[in-house]
């Protein structure tokens, strides 16, 4: 624990000291391996990474893709509502090519689809018996595309719908829940855990102290922060990360809920308030000061009824806002980035370009200078190009 913690607290320093503008070093580099083949170059570059994510925080940012269940039920494999992805079960093989799409547009991490396989949420769709294969699925598909891509491979616990700070029996089925998905993720050898959307600064300490009892990995852990900027039981974001820290925290900071303007405020908050690394993923949403929270949009087309889940659609960021926000968050010193539930693989590649890196997606980054309409190549007929005023 003691070279731990001596690596902790070096990635502390820098952090106080993190640059405002993107290094040479993000600039520069393609942090990405190419779209990977089984045993092909993709996997000798894996071994040349450390896969460490406090040393890779301590030299650049670590791009974080998350959100899956909203791509899976976008894609026709899973139901919106109970959220469980059944998928590991019925289609693996697409769990595992939607990590792959996600690391072709520049995630530098593969997360075990563990969220919302926990024993809770298989109990209210009556498949609590396949509890430990389809955590042991989840992991093993995730742990074969982050060796094969260099990426690191991190465990995820998540919100258990059960706790209640005044129901000593509900926080023990907590304590359960958290220990039994942090055992099956250590077995599987992950390279750090991943505690997310969790509302309640209680919950979120349990699920940290599991890590900690359980586990020797870093522990990354994201509160989710509905419409008032407060946690459940009504602590600031920024005094729920500092208490995060105290308790042994290696990354603190919010995920999910709130788009990229309603999250940014409280970033900055938690950025001045901690000395650990800061994580910020927002939903892609465009979330207002007067509904701050996806769940909270209403859409004026269909006479004002709640967007949340599956009408959210004319509320998405463009490439260019997901964009905005790297930059933004990158320049305010917040070094694990990611996007959270609706983020396609597109918004992931806007998020890499916007710390200048070019992972493989980006090869077909939008270039209009060909269009047939608005390019600018001198191989487009005049007559085209005449006509744009009026296309
Ligand atoms: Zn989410």
């Given at each position: ?7 902790r ?16 070093a993000?600039?520069?580099t ?22 460490d ?37 019925d289609?693996?093989?697409v769990?595992?090519?939607?990590h792959?799409?996600f ?10 689809l ?18 430990v ?8 598909i ?13 465990g ?10 005044a ?28 505690a ?42 920024a ?86 926000f ?10 694990y ?11 992931i ?20 200078s ?18 744009q005023?009026?296309?």
């Amino acid at each position: 624990m003691a070279a731990r913690a001596k690596v902790r607290s070096r990635a502390r320093s820098k952090s106080q000291g993190a640059s405002r503008t993107p290094s040479r070093a993000v600039r520069g580099t393609r942090r990405v391996s190419a779209a990977p083949r089984a045993g092909g170059a993709a996997a000798g570059r894996s071994n040349g990474r450390a896969r460490d994510l406090l040393a890779r925080l301590k030299e650049d940012a670590v791009i974080c893709a998350e959100g899956y269940l909203f791509e899976l039920e976008r894609r026709g494999y899973l139901q919106a509502g109970a959220f469980v992805p059944e998928v590991l079960f019925d289609h693996p093989e697409v769990v595992e090519q939607l990590h792959l799409d996600f690391v072709h547009a520049g995630s530098d991490v593969t997360q075990a689809l563990t969220y919302y396989v926990h024993r809770e949420k298989l109990r209210v769709i009556g498949r609590e018996k396949d509890l430990v294969p389809m955590n042991r699925a989840a992991l093993g598909i995730a742990k074969r595309v982050a060796r094969r891509t260099g990426t690191l491979f991190a465990g995820d616990i998540c919100n258990t719908n059960v706790y209640d700070p005044a129901d000593k029996g509900a926080i023990r089925e907590v304590e359960r829940i958290y220990a039994e998905q942090v055992g099956w993720a250590v077995e599987a050898g992950v390279d750090y855990f991943v505690a997310e959307t969790i509302s309640w600064l209680g919950e979120a300490l349990l699920a940290l102290e599991a890590i900690r009892k359980y586990s020797k990995v870093p522990a990354v852990v994201t509160l989710a922060i509905h419409r008032e900027p407060l946690t459940r039981e009504g602590l600031t974001p920024a005094e729920a990360c500092q208490r995060l820290e105290a308790a042994g925290a290696d990354v603190v900071g919010i995920n999910c809920h709130r788009g990229p303007r309603t999250m940014m405020p409280l970033l900055k908050e938690i950025r001045a308030a901690v000395k650990c690394h800061v994580a910020g993923l927002p939903v892609p949403y465009r979330t207002t000061p007067e509904q701050p929270s996806f769940m909270a949009l209403t859409d004026p087309c269909c006479g004002g009824q709640r967007a949340f889940p599956v009408g959210l659609d004319p509320f998405m960021c463009t490439r260019q806002e997901i964009f905005a926000f790297g930059r933004e968050a990158y320049a305010l010193g917040i070094r694990y980035l990611g996007v959270c539930c609706g983020a396609g693989p597109h918004h992931i590649r806007a998020l890499a370009e916007s710390l200048g890196r070019h992972p493989p997606a980006s090869r077909y980054t939008v270039d209009m200078s060909r269009h047939t309409i608005f390019g600018t190549d001198k191989r487009i007929r005049k007559i085209m190009t005449d006509y744009q005023a009026k296309a």
